[in-house]
């Protein structure tokens, strides 16, 4: 099974050396699963027919830190597309500037959440302490890596009194402006395009 670090955040995705190996895995755990709520009946997903796309591109959100070679592959990609006959449309997606900074509050404030069960006693890796404070402390220290930890601590600081609202009710307005941004998008075109990831795929 997999453990929820951040529950409204988490996708579970393969990495893969090809891209047939990641569509195997992909039919392997696609579908509805009556006891997962974040998956959705396959009659609640509306197949799309059209012929020819409108397709977004927000260009002023990928001027910032995008290796040139994953810049370069992604023009590249949007030109095929062009080629093809899609619509290529320039796009505004502003608030997507504060994604980075809201996500490194609404994550560690869920792992915090999430992870809080894990104290040795109920739930988790159990070390033997000299009282239940200890048992927690050393449960937690042997079970918990260091990013893990520094997470919870984190997460516990931005949901504390007197932070919560400095932090993580900014954190979660600017989740709301980022929906409705891509939503008024959806509007306008059928699919939003950007590169995967900033940089080349790490070494296997």
């Given at each position: 099974?997999?453990?929820?670090?951040?529950?409204?955040?988490?996708?579970?995705?393969?990495?893969?050396?090809?891209?047939?190996?990641?569509?195997?895995?992909?039919?392997?755990?696609?579908?509805?699963?009556?006891?997962?709520?974040?998956?959705?009946?396959?009659?609640?997903?509306?197949?799309?027919?059209?012929?020819?796309?409108?397709?977004?591109?927000?260009?002023?959100?990928?001027?910032?830190?995008i290796?040139?070679?994953?810049?370069?592959?992604?023009?590249?990609?949007?030109?095929t597309?062009?080629?093809?006959?899609?619509?290529?449309?320039?796009?505004?997606?502003?608030?997507?500037?504060?994604?980075l900074?809201?996500?490194?509050?609404?994550?560690?404030?869920?792992?915090?959440?999430?992870?809080?069960?894990?104290?040795?006693?109920?739930?988790?890796?159990?070390?033997?302490?000299?009282?239940?404070?200890?048992?927690?402390?050393?449960?937690?220290?042997?079970?918990?890596?260091?990013?893990?930890?520094?997470?919870?601590f984190?997460?516990?600081?931005?949901?504390?009194?007197?932070?919560?609202?400095?932090?993580?009710?900014?954190?979660?307005?600017?989740r709301?402006?980022?929906?409705r941004?891509?939503?008024?998008?959806?509007?306008?075109?059928?699919?939003?395009a950007?590169?995967?990831?900033?940089?080349?795929?790490?070494?296997?």
């Amino acid at each position: 099974g997999l453990m929820a670090m951040g529950s409204s955040l988490d996708v579970i995705g393969p990495l893969t050396k090809t891209v047939d190996d990641a569509e195997s895995m992909f039919e392997a755990m696609r579908g509805h699963d009556p006891m997962d709520s974040t998956t959705l009946p396959d009659n609640m997903k509306t197949p799309n027919t059209k012929e020819k796309y409108t397709i977004g591109v927000p260009r002023t959100f990928l001027n910032d830190g995008i290796d040139k070679d994953v810049m370069d592959a992604f023009e590249s990609g949007i030109k095929t597309l062009a080629n093809a006959g899609h619509e290529i449309v320039d796009i505004e997606l502003d608030a997507l500037r504060h994604a980075l900074p809201g996500y490194y509050i609404i994550m560690p404030a869920e792992v915090a959440a999430n992870l809080a069960r894990f104290d040795g006693i109920r739930y988790g890796l159990h070390v033997d302490g000299k009282d239940r404070i200890d048992v927690y402390r050393q449960s937690r220290g042997a079970g918990f890596g260091e990013e893990v930890r520094r997470r919870i601590f984190l997460g516990n600081y931005v949901l504390s009194s007197g932070y919560y609202d400095a932090f993580y009710g900014k954190a979660m307005k600017a989740r709301k402006r980022i929906q409705r941004d891509v939503k008024e998008a959806f509007k306008k075109v059928d699919a939003i395009a950007t590169p995967t990831a900033p940089s080349p795929a790490f070494t296997i």
